[in-house]
């Protein structure tokens, strides 16, 4: 599995930081009695648009508190066959309970849930045969004795009553601000593209509002686009393709560049 570190806005990183605090310092939080206040099982929800880093931060956050991971790819479960998602989830968590060499169960990522998380009012009639397995999962999630972390594109607007006790947060991932941005462009950047970039030149990328996925998918159309030509590369051409991406119409260096200097 690719591990890839995230690069988030710093409000969003503290706030998942603080948290899982009592994960991280366990002995500190049981000697402050903390533990009588709050019980072990605990679930995050992280929520926002595509390629914000929900998934690579859940499995950095995973590493970074020293857990085994065990998780599952909602996406990827298919409608056809309704046991299977029941027999992968119980699986999962079976799994997950398992206590790893210090004692502890293992984080339990359950990505792209957003079918999991509909409200039941709202289930169509093709996808009433999810109820009971909606229900399940819940009633793990409800009894886990670690820690949950679910991903979802939609925040959901109802949570079960036993899911919403466990919450201890629910974070938003937006498009990533402009500082944030900057840290991604450098941070994403082929070092051995022969052109010599400085701060300036990042921070001028960082202006068109785009994800991190969105910043990769750029310098791979970018680089493309520059082989299939001849090889030559230039950061106007660049700078034309964010421009034309986010405004729909080509970028003319002499007008547009004083109009992003404005916007500044
Ligand atoms: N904040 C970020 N920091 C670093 N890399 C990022 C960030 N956001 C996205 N990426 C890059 O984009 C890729 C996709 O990110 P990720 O899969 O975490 O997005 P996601 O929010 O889970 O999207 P989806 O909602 O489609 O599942 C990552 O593999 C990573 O390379
Ligand atoms: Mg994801």
Redesign the pocket.
């Known amino acids: 599995m690719?591990l890839?570190e995230?690069?988030?806005d710093e409000a969003l990183a503290t706030a998942i930081d603080n948290a899982v605090i009592m994960f991280k310092k366990r002995g500190e939080w049981k000697k402050l009695g903390m533990d009588s206040l709050r019980e072990q099982g605990a679930a995050m929800l992280f929520y926002?648009p595509?390629?914000?880093?929900?998934?690579?931060?859940a499995r950095w956050l995973c590493r970074d508190l020293g857990m085994e991971l065990q998780e599952i790819d909602f996406s990827q479960i298919g409608s056809g066959d309704p046991g299977e998602l029941a027999r992968n989830v119980k699986k999962l968590f079976y799994q997950a309970i398992q206590p790893d060499r210090h004692g502890h169960p293992s984080m339990v990522f359950l990505d792209?849930c957003d079918t999991m998380l509909v409200s039941r009012a709202k289930l169509g009639h093709s996808s009433l045969w999810m109820l009971e397995h909606i229900n399940a999962l819940l009633r793990e999630i409800g009894k886990y004795p670690g820690l949950v972390v679910l991903?979802t594109?939609q925040k959901p607007e109802f949570l079960d009553f036993a899911l919403e006790r466990r919450l201890i947060g629910t974070f938003e991932?937006k498009v990533?601000d402009y500082l944030t941005r900057v840290k991604?462009w450098q941070a994403k950047w082929p070092r051995k593209i022969p052109i010599k970039m400085n701060n300036a030149e990042f921070e001028s990328l960082a202006q068109f509002s785009l994800?991190?996925?969105g910043i990769?998918t750029a310098i791979i159309n970018w680089v493309s686009d520059t082989l299939r030509r001849d090889g030559t590369f230039s950061l106007m051409a660049l700078t034309g393709m964010l421009f034309q991406a986010e405004h729909g119409k080509p970028f003319n260096p002499n007008i547009e560049q004083e109009l992003m200097k404005a916007d500044e």
């Not at 595509?50 to 931060?57: A, M, R």
């Open positions: 690719r890839v995230p690069i988030l926002g595509p390629g914000t880093g929900k998934t690579i931060e792209e991903a594109n991932f990533p991604l994800t991190g996925a990769e």
